[in-house]
C-alpha cells in the first residue's frame, strides 16, 4: 500500500521560506513522478513542480519558477519542496502525489502553508 505523508507547513511572512517534506512508503520515488499540488479552497488543484525520470528531471509551474526548488532523496525515499521568497498569494494546502508505473495516483493528506502580508 502506497502511503505519502507530507510535513514542514505552517505560517510564515511575506518573503519567507519553508521547506516541505513527503516521505513515500510502498513505492520508491525513483521509479514514479513525484509532484507537489496545492489547493485553495474552492478553487481546483494546481500543479506546483515534479520530478521524475529517476529523479533527474524536474518541471516547475510558471507560477513559482524562480522561487521554489523540488528536490528527493532516494536513500530516504523522500522528496522535498524548498519555497522562497513566500508570497501570500501562495497560501494554500500543499499535497504530495506519486503518479505510479501503471499511472494511478497517489495523493497524502496535505500541509498547510499560510503567508501573511
Known amino acids: 500500500q502506497v502511503r505519502l505523508v507530507e510535513s514542514g507547513g505552517g505560517v510564515v511572512e511575506s518573503g519567507g521560506s519553508l521547506t516541505l517534506s513527503c516521505v513515500a512508503s510502498?513505492?520508491?520515488?525513483?521509479?514514479?513522478?513525484m509532484s507537489w499540488y496545492r489547493q485553495v479552497p474552492g478553487k481546483e488543484r494546481d500543479f506546483v513542480a515534479s520530478i521524475f525520470r529517476r529523479l533527474e528531471s524536474t518541471n516547475v509551474a510558471d507560477s513559482v519558477k524562480g522561487r521554489f526548488t523540488i528536490s528527493g532523496d532516494k536513500a530516504k525515499n523522500t522528496i522535498y519542496l524548498q519555497m522562497n521568497n513566500l508570497e501570500p498569494e501562495d497560501t494554500a494546502i500543499y499535497y504530495c502525489n506519486a503518479q505510479d508505473s501503471y499511472d494511478y495516483d497517489h495523493w497524502g493528506q496535505g500541509t498547510q502553508v499560510t503567508v501573511s502580508s
Open positions: 510502498g513505492l520508491a520515488i525513483s521509479s514514479a513522478a
